[in-house]
């Protein structure tokens, strides 16, 4: 499936259409989980800061072995270079099951009408949801990415983790 090239619009507009879509959700969560942008990905940078704003518990993933965790973060200067050349926390208290009800801003190459996913295909989010979803724990799943980044149809198998919500900016949310 090839791509479309990642959106030229300027980041904050891309955050303010993205913050007032997901706006009435958002305020449902005190601890949302925000994966830092890399580079073909809508910046989600600004969002990172209005979390802090609006005095959110906010975790960052991080790459440990084969899985992927969450760490707390008290601002942006507590990051550093990770795995695959993305910012990751460089401390930090990890994410526990106290720490849920969250709010999970995912992303994604692509997305499709029916919440599908399309990851990078190393299965890091995948699993982690698969993990939560067997511990019971409660959140929102968000998918964000640009109008460009939505398909008719995403392949998926049955490992696959739905989002409940996708939003892309410059379209309506479904």
């Not at 802090?52 to 200067?77: C, Q």
């Amino acid at each position: 499936m090839k791509l479309p090239p990642p959106p030229a619009a300027d980041a904050e507009v891309q955050f303010r259409v993205a913050y007032v879509t997901m706006r009435k959700q958002w305020a449902c969560y005190k601890t949302v989980l925000l994966f830092l942008s890399m580079k073909d990905e809508i910046d989600t940078e600004p969002l990172v800061k209005a979390a802090f704003e609006d005095k959110k518990a906010v975790f960052v993933p991080k790459i440990i072995g084969n899985s992927l965790h969450f760490f707390r973060i008290a601002d942006l200067n507590s990051l550093e270079t990770g795995a695959f050349d993305v910012r990751e926390p460089r401390g930090g208290v990890e994410l526990t099951d106290k720490d849920f009800p969250v709010y999970i801003v995912t992303p994604g190459l692509a997305f499709d009408r029916n919440g599908r996913r399309l990851g990078r295909g190393k299965g890091y989010y995948d699993r982690f949801f698969a993990e939560i979803d067997q511990r019971g724990l409660s959140y929102l799943s968000v998918g964000l990415c640009s109008t460009e980044r939505i398909v008719d149809e995403v392949p998926s198998t049955a490992f696959d983790k739905k989002m409940d919500v996708v939003i892309a900016v410059g379209s309506p949310v479904f």
